[in-house]
């Protein structure tokens, strides 16, 4: 990049605010799993809407690639420079577009900034005694406008729906430099193509979101969670249509785990987690009943769909947290699942979903292409099944070298996509397609609806600034 743009770019932030030195910048173009590293001449990270919509403008003049970035917390490499690429992208930080603007408890909306953390928008929702949903592994350092970008999904999505669910109005710098305010809390709004909804999903490849105001709903009074031991997939999803039959709604979450991922869970732990329940089982359920009238309402309903399933032999055994710190201690022995996989060497993941009922049927087929590739692979399989989510991740086998099993990593993709559209899912459920899933989306999606995706990107993007090679290329 030429010093005469770099410091046109400077120009608009500030010299404080823009980063050109190896060590300022490599924070920014790294991944936690290791597996993105590539250089960036510019880290930009602007302190205003006005300040991104000259930035935008200034790209889209001089033809420079713009890769929006949130907390950097992303898992298919959509908020960091092309592997492979020619190295010029200039990064756009937002985390300084950091604040909570307005709570209005009377229409149930929060309108915030982009750059705020998704932790910060749930306390400060709960203080007001009301709920923000959205809720994943990441949530005290993932930024609300990359939820936005990737549609993130996440532990809450069951009975509130996926980021797109919770999103009323949006505001967006256009690559061309204009301002699109889109910050309605209207709840019905029959006036022409739902633009919103190009950005939420979008992973920044449209313009960059500024601005969201969010859905906020009525904090549950009570909450009841269990961990639940089970003997096959097929026992999990009786369980799971039996506790949607009585629990309707108030069935809040339901998160289905192989055994072999509590066991890596357990031996990772930090501070000594004790097992839920006695002994080591093939597969674990954790559930969530949320009553909005009592804690004992919760509890008798999770007893009721317990004492039902014991009954029928559905399942092996169930522990009920006795305490608000119990609950905390079962939630984090799920959220601890993906990291825990770090310690035990290279991991070849899938964030894949198929019709609920399909899951054990996609298992037993799955579980059989990963084993003829690679036959001491560990398959460490857990997920949102209640959304027909799985996070079905394989371990290298012990002992081996992580290069070793990465070399298997295309066809280990393969199959496992393979089996994915044999029963009709999703390659990507709640990551997004960022750059490591773009050739495969190109060869799987309906061409119709690539096509449509390629026109719009064209028709907002002219100069294809905005983050290139993501998506759709
Ligand atoms: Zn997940």
Known sequence: MQANLMDRFTAIVGERYALRTDADIAPFVTDMRGRYAAPSPLVLRPGSVEEIAAILKLATETGTAIVPQGGNTGLVGGGLPLNNGDGSEVMLSLSRLNKIIELDADSNTMTVEAGVILENIQNAADEADLLFPLSLGAQGSCQIGGNIGTNAGGTGVLAYGNTRDLIMGL?????????????????????????????????????????????????????????????????????????????????????????????????????????????????????EISSSRSAKDARDILEGVLGEALENEIIQDAVLAESLEQQRTFWTLREDMSPAQKPEGASIKHDISVPVGSIPDFIVAADKAVLDIVPDARIVNFGHMGDGNLHYNISQPVGWDADAFFAYEPQIHESVYEQVVAFNGSISAEHGIGQMKRDKLARIKDPTALAMMRSIKDALDPAGIMNPGKVIG
């Open 171 to 287: 505001e967006a710098v256009l690559p061309t430099g204009e301002i699109w305010n889109g910050l309605t809390r209207l709840r019905k709004d029959n006036t022409g193509y739902d633009l919103k909804n190009l950005f939420i999903g979008g992973e920044g490849t449209l313009g960059v979101v500024t601005k969201a105001v969010l859905k906020l709903f009525p904090k549950p009074k009570g909450r009841e969670v269990a961990y639940v031991a089970l003997q096959t997939p097929q026992q999990a999803l009786k369980l799971f249509n039996s506790a949607k039959a009585q629990a309707g709604n108030s069935l809040t979450a339901f998160e289905f785990m192989a055994g072999i991922a509590m066991e890596m869970t357990l031996k990772h732990a930090q501070n000594n987690v004790r097992r839920p329940i006695e002994g080591a089982h093939p597969w674990y359920v954790l559930m």
